[in-house]
Structure formats: C-alpha cells, structure tokens
C-alpha cells in the first residue's frame, strides 16, 4: 500500500468553510498521488479551537471544549472524504469529552475507512503536560483494527515510547503514531520510539507531525518534527529501516510504501525473529544477578 504521512501546519481558521477546504485540499493532494491511506497528527484538530474565538483558543480548558464541540461535524467530513476518495483516513487526533469515561477529556484519534466506517483509539499513557497543565486523562483501551490494507493499529505519540503498548498489539501489521512535539527532542523521542517498535514487532510503523508556529493556541504553540515511514531492518525492507521520511518542519505529504507481504515473510523467516523470540525474555530477566567488581 502507499501511505501518506502529514507534516501539519495549524492555521487560526476564520470559519468552518476554511476548515473544509483546507481538509479537502490535504485528502485530494494525497489520494491524487494514489496514496491508500493518510495520516494526520496528534492534536492536529486543535486549530478547530479558532471557530469558537481567539478567547476560546488561547485557554487550556477553552480550546479543549471548543475542539470537542466540533468534533461531530469534523468526523462527518472527514467520512465523506474516505468514501469519496476511496482512502483510508486517521484522522488528527482531538481532545474529546466522553461522559461515559469521565469527567475530563481524552486523547482520540479516529480511523475511517472507504466504506464508511470507523474506529476510534485514545492515548494511553499522558505526557507531563498532559497530566499537570491540561489535565487530559486516558481513555477507551487499545484496539486493532482488521482493514482491507490489514491489521492497524494506533499508538498516539508518547504511547509509542512504551514497548509493553506495542506488544499488546503485536499481531498489526502496521502501527500508526500520530504525533505532536514542541522540540526536536520531543520529535526525535518519538521517531525512535516508532522504528524500535518496528524493529521489535517487525512491522511497519507511520509517524505524522504538526508542524510550525501556532501561538495563539497554547497547546500546541511550538511544532517540531516531519512524516516518517519505517520498518524493521531487515529482509524486505531497506538496511537502515527508514522506508521514507519527509524533511524537519516543511508542511507537506511524505509517501512510502508498503507490503504486508514482506511483513509476513520477516516474521516467519527473517534474518532475525524479534517477534518470535520476545516469549524468550521473561525466563532470562528471572536469572538476572548483581555482581559486586572491585
């Protein structure tokens, strides 16, 4: 399949009709290039925050309310995009208010399909900022989806840091990671994170980021970061797992390719079998010692 993968710059949208057409303009570019399926970042639906005023967005608790409020309409776009292209669609993840998780919102990302369908994955483990400033909690559990592209899953930016995570979801086929990172370092946390889990799941991983100023929201004030496809390296797959990336904070698609196939075949006979042999660490860690060298 051809994956797009988003460098998404947030833009203070004056009216809905600013939104549809800048989303319309982004799902025609990349299905025009005969991508199969899009990926947008985390928190790339913060930029929604504007429709309900310059106040609402620059208030943590405002814009997450705000962006929440839309988010019906947002998905309904975002449908009709899939079906009318033919592609499947991750669309930027959003703070969302679920009364039947709680009082405080979640991380969600949303999958939609060609055929009008669609599934949803919130975070799992929050960032600092998350925790201490915004408050924004864990959601709904991890999920796999069965597509005709094949098995995804979804690790929301920080999620694809943790291994254990990915482990839960080894049977994908391919991981997506949409993510959102003020520096460099935040971006680079993450990119690694994404190729370590497709060096140990031996799959392929897709990493979307926002990118670019956007001051007058403050979640999402400082963008780093650029469109990453990996996969394990190994057979199939190039030498330095690294399938595509874009270039550091230019807004724009990157596309890479990708076959299930060769993710079948490096899990059942790759030069290594990572995948195959995690089962074998739990009886090792149990013999680990300490050794006191003088």
């Not at 814009?63 to 499947?88: I, M, N, P, Y």
């Not at 690294?242 to 596309?255: M, S």
Request: contains cysteine; proline residues 6%; glycine residues 10%.
């Amino acid at each position: 399949m051809k994956i797009a993968t988003a460098a998404y710059p947030l833009d203070p949208l004056q009216d809905w009709a600013a939104y549809q057409k800048k989303l319309n303009a982004w799902v025609a570019e990349a299905a025009g290039q005969g991508a199969e399926l899009l990926l947008f970042p985390e928190y790339g639906a913060m930029e929604l925050a504007m429709l309900d005023g310059p106040e609402a967005a620059a208030d943590l608790e405002g814009s997450a309310h705000a962006v929440s409020r839309w988010l019906a309409q947002v998905d309904e776009l975002h449908s009709d995009l899939a079906v009318k292209h033919g592609v499947h669609i991750c669309a930027a993840s959003a703070p969302v208010f679920d009364d039947s998780l709680g009082q405080r919102p979640v991380n969600r990302a949303r999958l939609f399909t060609p055929l009008g369908g669609c599934g949803v994955q919130d975070k799992q483990i929050m960032t600092r900022f998350e925790r201490e400033e915004w408050d924004v909690v864990p959601g709904g559990p991890l999920t796999l989806f069965d597509t005709a592209l094949g098995r995804i899953g979804i690790l929301i930016c920080y999620d694809c840091e943790f291994p254990l995570l990915a482990r839960a979801m080894s049977d994908a086929e391919l991981i997506l990671v949409p993510s959102c990172t003020e520096a460099h370092a935040g971006y680079s946390r993450v990119r690694i994170g994404a190729m370590a889990r497709a060096l140990e799941n031996q799959c392929v991983t897709a990493m979307a980021s926002t990118v670019g100023a956007a001051a007058w929201c403050p979640p999402v004030d400082e963008n780093t970061g650029m469109g990453g496809v990996f996969g394990p390296p190994d057979t199939g797959f190039p030498s330095s797992g690294v399938i595509a990336e874009g270039r550091l904070d230019q807004p724009g698609w990157t596309y890479g390719e990708a076959d299930m196939r060769a993710v079948a075949n490096v899990r059942s006979d790759g030069v290594v079998l990572n995948r195959t042999h995690w089962e074998e660490q739990p009886a090792r860690i149990a013999k680990a010692t300490n050794q006191r060298l003088r």
